[in-house]
């Protein structure tokens, strides 16, 4: 008898040694703050844009700035809650922001995700580390698309702005002779997406000179 008793508390200890342990163990930090979303925020880009045609032989560049406002927030058909996004476009500093479309963004435990142009595309899992792979078209009718955190967290300067921690995502990394596909996202803790790289040009086999297509880049200017 006095040894069941004996057992029954011993187990019962250890029982409530395990939870009390597990009750108080800290969280685990998936720094899902690389894609913060806060209603209020507004954030301003430089944005520098070549276009290539090789039916009118020209080369053309544009320059111009992309206002990303975050104003609301409503809960889709599946209960997530989602950011509103309003993009303004102007030519320069002293023009008059124009709207340009509405999109957007909403994140979960383990993905930061993008609705834009009717398609969802999954920009970023949590945590965010070196090799992580993940299929960013899973969501929408693109076709398989592999995104791939190539490096790990790296310190980055912009526009005269610092960020202590960065980090690199490749969208689309596709290159050959005649053909170049390369889309690279940065994001800062903290801050979310402060640089995009977009190449999408053809290429003559022989000189390898861009004979079609466009080349873009958005660099953060200011954020709040």
Same mark, same amino acid.
């Given at each position: 008898?006095?040894?069941?008793?004996?057992? *029954?508390?011993?187990?019962?200890?250890?029982?409530?040694?395990?939870?009390?342990?597990?009750?108080?163990?800290?969280?685990? +930090?998936?720094?899902?703050?690389?894609?913060?979303?806060?209603?209020?925020?507004?954030?301003?880009? /430089?944005? /520098?844009?070549?276009?290539?045609?090789?039916?009118?032989?020209?080369?053309?560049?544009?320059?111009?700035?992309?206002?990303?406002?975050?104003?609301?927030? *409503?809960?889709?058909?599946?209960?997530?809650?989602?950011?509103?996004?309003?993009?303004?476009?102007?030519? @320069?500093?002293?023009?008059?922001?124009?709207?340009?479309?509405?999109?957007?963004?909403?994140?979960?435990?383990?993905?930061?995700?993008?609705?834009?142009?009717?398609?969802?595309?999954?920009?970023?899992? *949590? !945590? !965010?580390?070196?090799?992580?792979?993940?299929?960013?078209?899973?969501?929408?009718?693109?076709?398989?698309?592999?995104?791939?955190?190539? /490096?790990?967290?790296?310190?980055?300067?912009?526009?005269?702005?610092?960020? @202590?921690?960065?980090?690199?995502?490749?969208?689309? @990394?596709?290159?050959?002779?005649?053909?170049? +596909?390369?889309?690279?996202?940065?994001?800062?803790?903290?801050?979310?997406?402060?640089?995009?790289?977009?190449?999408?040009?053809?290429? +003559?086999?022989?000189?390898?000179?861009?004979?079609?297509?466009?080349?873009?880049?958005?660099?953060?200017?200011?954020?709040?």
């Amino acid at each position: 008898m006095w040894q069941r008793i004996f057992l *029954f508390t011993l187990f019962g200890s250890l029982f409530f040694t395990a939870c009390n342990k597990e009750t108080y163990a800290p969280a685990i +930090d998936l720094e899902s703050n690389y894609y913060p979303l806060t209603i209020g925020a507004v954030f301003i880009y /430089d944005v /520098d844009s070549t276009a290539y045609s090789n039916f009118s032989n020209t080369r053309v560049n544009y320059q111009f700035e992309i206002k990303d406002s975050i104003t609301n927030t *409503f809960v889709d058909l599946a209960g997530n809650t989602n950011y509103r996004i309003e993009r303004y476009k102007r030519t @320069d500093s002293t023009s008059l922001w124009v709207i340009q479309k509405v999109f957007s963004r909403n994140k979960n435990l383990r993905d930061g995700e993008e609705f834009i142009d009717n398609q969802r595309f999954i920009r970023i899992i *949590f !945590p !965010p580390i070196a090799g992580a792979v993940w299929n960013g078209n899973s969501k929408n009718t693109l076709g398989e698309q592999d995104y791939i955190i190539n /490096d790990d967290v790296a310190s980055l300067t912009i526009n005269n702005l610092h960020f @202590d921690s960065t980090i690199v995502v490749k969208e689309i @990394d596709e290159s050959n002779l005649i053909r170049e +596909d390369i889309v690279n996202a940065t994001y800062a803790r903290n801050v979310g997406l402060v640089q995009k790289e977009v190449s999408a040009i053809d290429k +003559d086999i022989n000189s390898g000179k861009i004979t079609n297509g466009y080349v873009y880049s958005l660099k953060i200017k200011s954020f709040k």
